[in-house]
């Protein structure tokens, strides 16, 4: 009688959780050009310093990392003015510099030297980044790199090439609240353990500013159906014995996830970023108390590029199934047969 009668109220939780997320902003941070790695903030750092810190590259794809810098063909040293730095490297203008500490594994790979890449190994004087004539206590010796590539009007611009292992993935390395507190929210939104329907998921934030808070929703909400869409993709996959290909990924996510969900579910869980902001699934593509036959062919046709895209066209970009290890595409080789015809 008790169970019965407690059972038609309402659950109401014992303790209630509130998680409060501190982060700095990693915008601003630089690297000493010194033998032994340190870090210091922009503004942090004092004029009578007697070493010089520069902004950082990263490779995206083999994770090599260094520092950036700028060299006029007039000038005896590199370039330490941030702002100028980051200018530059932002234009990829073709005095754009790749810095690193002198070893084998920082020396550029064979595929990257041609006739339009720099690639020199001298000392600096670490306090002003002048060239030194010989080694000493306040000298470093440094690899330099840098590739340019010729645009429609022939002028040469910097290729941001990694030098280790040619690919096209440098990037300066920093990150606004924005693209850090978005990993955050992405994983909550999408995670398992909430037991709410897709669409009922929300989260409220605070900025100063109309105009920010516009853009922050749109880019949360870009950054969400991305993981969101990773991550159904690995929970489907993670359901097989054997590997399939394209087609029968296709076939059978969309099979899987319309087995798991309702009507309502599947297409707001997997509603595109793109289309959020002008389609309401509420009143739009209705007909009767479900969706269009139209909309919903239309709508598979998109999650089939999503897929393809995810393994082939953007592969590469961003933490996707592959980079991070979780799932990869690869081509089936079969043997093939040449039969001998007696004329």
């Known amino acids: 009688m008790q169970n019965a009668h407690l059972a038609k109220k309402k659950t109401i939780p014992m303790l209630y959780l509130q998680v409060q997320l501190w982060q700095r902003e990693l915008s601003g941070i630089l690297r000493y050009v010194q033998k032994e790695p340190g870090f210091t903030w922009r503004y942090s750092l004092k004029e009578e310093e007697d070493r010089i810190a520069l902004p950082m590259y990263f490779c995206r794809e083999c994770g090599a990392s260094g520092w950036i810098s700028r060299r006029l063909a007039t000038d005896d040293h590199y370039c330490s003015d941030i702002s100028t730095i980051n200018k530059a490297f932002m234009g990829k203008e073709k005095e754009v510099v790749l810095l690193n500490t002198e070893s084998n594994k920082h020396k550029a790979i064979d595929e990257y030297v041609n006739e339009n890449t720099l690639d020199v190994t001298h000392y600096v004087y670490m306090k002003d980044l002048k060239e030194a004539s010989q080694s000493d206590n306040d000298t470093i010796r440094l690899r330099v790199c840098g590739k340019t590539t010729s645009n429609r009007n022939g002028n040469q611009r910097f290729s941001r090439f990694c030098p280790e292992c040619n690919s096209d993935s440098i990037c300066e390395i920093g990150g ?47 950054r969400t159906f991305r993981f969101l869409f990773r991550q159904s993709m690995q929970k489907y996959l993670k359901t097989l ?100 015809f007696n004329g």
Do not use: C
Request: glycine share 4%; hydrophobic share 35%; net charge negative.
């Open 176 to 222: 606004r609240t924005s693209t850090l507190s978005s990993v955050a929210i992405s994983q909550v939104l999408s995670s398992d353990f909430d037991s709410a329907n897709a669409k009922d998921r929300k989260i409220l934030t605070f900025t100063n500013s109309v105009q920010d808070a516009a853009y922050q929703a749109g880019f949360y909400e870009a």
């Open 241 to 340: 014995d054997s590997p399939i290909n394209l087609v029968q990924l296709q076939q059978g996510f969309k099979e899987y996830w319309k087995t798991k969900l309702n009507e309502e579910d599947y297409y707001n869980r997997f509603l595109p970023s793109d289309l959020a902001s002008h389609i309401d699934l509420r009143h739009n593509y209705r007909e009767g108390q479900g969706f269009m036959q139209r909309f919903k062919d239309e709508f598979d046709l998109r999650v089939d590029w999503e897929i393809t895209s995810e393994f082939g066209l953007t592969a590469q970009l961003g933490r996707t199934l592959e980079k991070t290890g979780s799932s990869a595409s690869f081509f089936q080789t079969k043997k093939t047969y040449i039969k001998h």
